[in-house]
């Protein structure tokens, strides 16, 4: 898993530069173009959507976390890996359908001229909200690797679905499943760490008792 992890961070300085880039870069380019509307609609979606993430994500906390961190406290691995799991799967599925709405939304918006800065904006008003989120977790270095590196494969997934756009004629059900295959590694390469890091966690634990 080192290598996945000097993968992952190094993935993460360019892309969280694309991020700043992209997001100023788009914006300017889509009013050059007269394109209000986007970056109207960008930023109201932007401020509807950690209220709106927050309130889906919060089934997963009650029915998934609890029960995880539950069993996990008592030392019942196989019941806290599996609402874990759960959890995780639950959060990639919202995550999905999130980025790809609002990549269809944008996509239905854009013209010859504008199809660049408008997939950019959209790659950023899809992942900013999650990316702002991942920053506010703190005090668990499982949950803050798990919901970083989450939010690093939704960016990956995302910038293969434009790619794909802009160089072949692709379908709706193309980049969801592409975008699809870059959650599901990611989970998997979550949960193997994920795992490794409570393990660590519990050595720890276990020698200061």
Excluded at 35 to 51: D, K, N
Excluded at 78 to 93: C, D, E, I, R, W
């Amino acid at each position: 898993m080192n290598g996945i992890a000097r993968l992952i961070a190094i993935l993460a300085p360019p892309i969280g530069i694309f991020n700043i880039i992209g997001g100023v870069g788009s914006a300017i380019w889509l009013a050059i173009l007269g394109e209000w509307g986007s970056i109207g609609y960008g930023i109201g979606i932007g401020f509807g959507a950690m209220l709106a993430i927050g309130f889906i994500l919060t089934p997963a906390m009650l029915l998934l976390d609890a029960p995880a961190a539950y069993y996990f406290d008592k030392g019942k691995q196989a019941p806290a890996h599996f609402f874990g799991f759960l959890s995780v799967l639950y959060t990639a599925a919202v995550i999905a359908i999130w980025c790809i709405a609002i990549l269809y939304f944008y996509v239905q918006r854009a013209n010859p001229q504008s199809i660049v800065p408008t997939l950019v904006w959209s790659y950023c008003i899809a992942i900013g909200p999650w990316a702002s989120m991942a920053m506010k977790e703190n005090g668990n270095l499982a949950i803050e690797w798990a919901a970083t590196s989450t939010v690093l494969f939704a960016e990956v997934g995302y910038l293969a679905m434009i790619i794909m756009i802009l160089l072949s004629r692709v379908t709706l059900g193309d980049v969801f499943t592409a975008f699809s295959l870059a959650m599901l590694l990611g989970m998997a390469i979550n949960h193997k760490i994920v795992l490794e890091i409570q393990k660590a966690e519990r050595i720890v634990r276990s020698s200061q008792d």
